[in-house]
């Protein structure tokens, strides 16, 4: 690594907290120095590589490519420090432990094992964040996502929960009538999909069929989805996980399987070190995903 390239850290500091802040005056109140100090760093900073890292015009000022690449990788850094020094500091233990999962998830899986977690470690607030969409991971916000995919997540680190495929699925009384059927047929009947997804539709486009045109569709909570297929309102695309006791006792049929490879819950976190009570969470989540799934093969 070549330290001797680095401009002065104060001076990247300073850059850091404009770009944040989008102003000199919360810049300078964020790190307790003047405004005059602020303008100051970012000129020796454009002085050190040699080119404009703003455009300066009247009263506002906005960044060049060059300073919009820096500030990414200033604030990246910065971020990871900040992490860093409050795990070690202890700062933040006691702020609730903040999840965030699809709301299938923390219904069918998360909320009934979750007494045990919290048998054995009283002391950490839990605040549970169910929703369809993905959160973005920041330091004092959500501190872990569980996420259904096959991984990829950039700038993030992950760690294959439970290696399960998505599945269609529907009551006996409606997916007898499809068996053998061309896809074209299924958009013929009803469907159910989580509020804010789109899986149904998806996956009767990724085999040339669209819900759109034909059958009706019931958009209902993810923790409904599956009560809705078993009493037979509609098919349902789901996580094979969630339906494998319906399977085996015949309130569900499986009427196809999506295999793709490294599909499957995963346990999303932001790189560098963690505090306590993820720390904790996180090797309690694993070990229960083992113990209920076995340990995955991805």
């Known amino acids: 690594m070549d330290w001797r390239s680095l401009p002065p850290l104060s001076s990247l500091r300073a850059f850091a907290a404009y770009a944040e ?24 900073l454009e002085a050190h590589f040699g080119t404009a890292l703003m455009i300066r015009g009247g009263r506002s000022m906005t960044l060049t490519p060059e300073g919009e690449m820096l500030a990414r990788a200033a604030q990246e850094g910065f971020g990871l420090m900040i992490q860093a020094a409050q795990a070690l500091t202890g700062y933040d233990q006691d702020r609730p432990l903040h999840i965030t999962a699809t709301p299938s998830f923390a219904a069918a899986w998360l909320m009934p094992r979750l007494a045990e977690f919290r048998d054995l470690h009283p002391d950490v607030g839990i605040m549970i964040n169910p929703t369809p969409h993905i959160v973005t991971l920041e330091p004092g ?13 950039a700038g993030l680190d992950e760690e294959m929960l439970i290696a399960s495929p998505l599945v269609l699925v529907g009551a006996p009384s409606l997916a007898r009538k499809l068996i053998g059927k061309p896809y074209t047929e299924f958009a013929n009947v009803p469907w159910l999909e989580e509020i804010g997804r789109t899986e149904a ?15 009706p569709v019931l958009r209902v909570p993810g923790n409904l989805l599956l009560d809705g297929a078993r009493d037979g309102q509609g ?64």
């Open 21 to 44: 802040t989008g102003n000199l005056t919360a810049a300078a109140d964020a790190l307790g120095v003047s405004h005059p100090a602020i303008s100051q760093h970012i000129r020796a």
């Open 235 to 298: 098919l349902a695309v789901t996580v094979r996980c969630f339906v494998e006791a319906d399977l085996a006792a015949d309130r569900l049929m499986l009427l196809d399987q999506a295999d793709l490879e490294g599909a499957g819950y995963y346990v999303v976190t932001r790189p560098g070190a963690m505090r306590a009570p993820l720390k904790a969470f996180v090797k309690w989540i694993k070990r229960a995903a083992a113990e209920a799934h076995g340990e995955p093969s991805s």
């Open 141 to 153: 916000g959500v501190d872990v996502a569980i996420r259904h995919g096959t991984g990829g997540w």
């Open 201 to 215: 539709q998806n996956w009767l486009e990724a085999r040339g069929a669209n819900l759109t045109r034909q059958g």
